[in-house]
């Protein structure tokens, strides 16, 4: 988080407001020094609100801002390719649209020279990277979309059951819908810290280095991310981190909460691994994660790195978390994609 560096209600602007904001920048301008804080004030919560407020507000789109009825409602107690489509076709052009636009923004349009000193990691990212990248958040979007077919079937069948009209608890659907990103973060965080190396030590198998091994370390390949990186992730990896949907589902919530959070893992992802300070919207959080693997498994939100001790500022505070044990980028054994030295 860039902290008080842009207007806490931005999140809803984008990308407008972003885009205007680099125009009408100083080209003179210092980039300040980026930091990682364990935790959001009350500025990064307002902001993270705004941001949830904004996923919640596109879900309603979705399910409403449409001349059919949103197949939950009905449609789907039938298998039909009729209205299972729509929904994967929605979910891969927006992948398309907002990722690609976004990273052609910051690393191709005409302001990128302009852009550049707010880059995070100076090295820009690989071609191949951007394709690897891009092949699997296209996989991403299509889990996320099967996982919501699944649930408009149950809330079509009467399987699963839901809220189907919110002003019978209007308080109650506010509470979730502003707070989206803090209640799926501790899910973030236990799927995302299982599939890293436990480093238990003893005996006990390590359950996390065959996690990484296998599924975890197709994300970390982008060791300097982008837009497209944000969910470039094995299909079990994706499906996992696309499940906090189900949150709300046990407590019988409106379809509009599950797909705000859908939507919201998305989003979130795509804009917090930009890999640029603002006028980018890049979390130096995260992206200390992928520079040195080892720490920040979850998001300041939901401070849990800072109660269990894996919380690092800088990349030196990792030595301290480990102590003797291995860690860090020279611990982990996965290729990442080269980047391209500067001009």
Same mark, same amino acid.
């Given at each position: 988080?860039?902290?008080?560096?842009?207007?806490?209600?931005?999140?809803? %602007?984008?990308? =407008?407001?972003?885009?205007?904001?680099?125009?009408?920048?100083?080209?003179?301008?210092?980039?300040?020094?980026?930091?990682?804080?364990?935790?959001?004030?009350?500025?990064?919560? %307002?902001?993270?609100?705004?941001? #949830?407020?904004?996923?919640?507000?596109l879900a309603l789109a979705c399910i409403y801002w449409t001349d059919r009825e949103y197949p939950a409602f009905g449609e789907a107690k039938v298998w039909s390719s009729s209205w299972m489509m729509p929904i994967i076709a929605r979910n891969l052009i927006a992948t398309w649209t907002i990722c690609g636009f976004w990273d052609w923004f910051l690393y191709f349009?005409?302001?990128?020279?302009?852009?550049?000193?707010?880059?995070?990691?100076?090295? @820009?990212?690989?071609?191949?990277?951007?394709?690897?990248?891009?092949?699997?958040?296209?996989?991403?979007?299509?889990?996320?979309?099967?996982?919501?077919?699944? %649930?408009?079937?149950?809330?079509?069948?009467?399987? =699963?059951?839901?809220?189907?009209?919110?002003?019978?608890?209007?308080?109650?659907?506010?509470?979730?819908?502003?707070?989206?990103?803090?209640?799926?973060?501790?899910?973030?965080?236990?799927?995302?810290?299982?599939?890293?190396?436990?480093?238990?030590?003893?005996?006990?198998?390590?359950?996390?280095?065959?996690?990484?091994?296998?599924?975890?370390?197709?994300?970390?390949?982008?060791?300097?991310?982008?837009?497209?990186?944000?969910?470039?992730?094995?299909?079990?990896?994706?499906? #996992?981190? @696309?499940?906090?949907? %189900?949150?709300?589902?046990?407590?019988?919530?409106?379809?509009?909460?599950?797909?705000?959070?859908? =939507?919201?893992?998305?989003?979130?992802?795509?804009?917090?691994?930009?890999?640029?300070?603002?006028?980018?919207?890049?979390?130096?959080?995260?992206?200390?994660?992928?520079?040195?693997?080892?720490?920040?498994?979850?998001?300041?939100?939901?401070?849990?790195?800072?109660?269990?001790?894996?919380?690092?500022?800088?990349?030196?505070?990792?030595?301290? =978390?480990?102590?003797?044990?291995?860690?860090?980028?020279?611990?982990?054994?996965?290729?990442?994609?080269?980047?391209?030295?500067?001009?």
């Open positions: 988080m860039a902290g008080a560096a842009q207007p806490f209600y931005m999140p809803v %602007l984008w990308p =407008i407001g972003h885009v205007l904001s680099a125009k009408s920048k100083d080209g003179d301008e210092k980039a300040p020094v980026p930091v990682a804080t364990p935790d959001l004030d009350l500025w990064g919560n %307002l902001t993270s609100i705004c941001a #949830a407020t904004r996923s919640f507000l349009s005409p302001l990128k020279e302009k852009l550049r000193k707010y880059k995070l990691n100076p090295k @820009y990212p690989s071609f191949a990277q951007f394709r690897h990248d891009a092949l699997w958040t296209t996989s991403a979007s299509f889990m996320a979309a099967v996982i919501e077919i699944l %649930l408009c079937r149950g809330w079509a069948t009467g399987a =699963i059951a839901f809220q189907r009209d919110m002003r019978e608890t209007p308080m109650y659907n506010v509470l979730w819908a502003i707070l989206i990103t803090h209640w799926r973060v501790p899910h973030f965080w236990v799927i995302h810290r299982a599939m890293h190396p436990w480093k238990l030590g003893g005996t006990f198998p390590d359950v996390g280095k065959f996690l990484y091994k296998h599924v975890h370390s197709i994300h970390h390949k982008s060791y300097n991310p982008t837009a497209f990186s944000g969910t470039s992730m094995h299909w079990v990896e994706s499906t #996992a981190y @696309y499940s906090a949907a %189900l949150i709300p589902v046990v407590f019988k919530c409106h379809p509009a909460i599950a797909l705000g959070c859908i =939507i919201d893992c998305a989003v979130g992802a795509w804009l917090g691994h930009d890999g640029f300070q603002f006028p980018g919207s890049g979390d130096y959080f995260h992206q200390l994660h992928h520079q040195c693997f080892d720490c920040n498994y979850g998001a300041m939100h939901f401070p849990m790195d800072k109660w269990l001790g894996t919380y690092a500022g800088k990349k030196e505070d990792v030595k301290k =978390i480990w102590g003797k044990k291995k860690a860090g980028a020279a611990a982990n054994e996965t290729p990442v994609h080269e980047g391209k030295k500067e001009d």
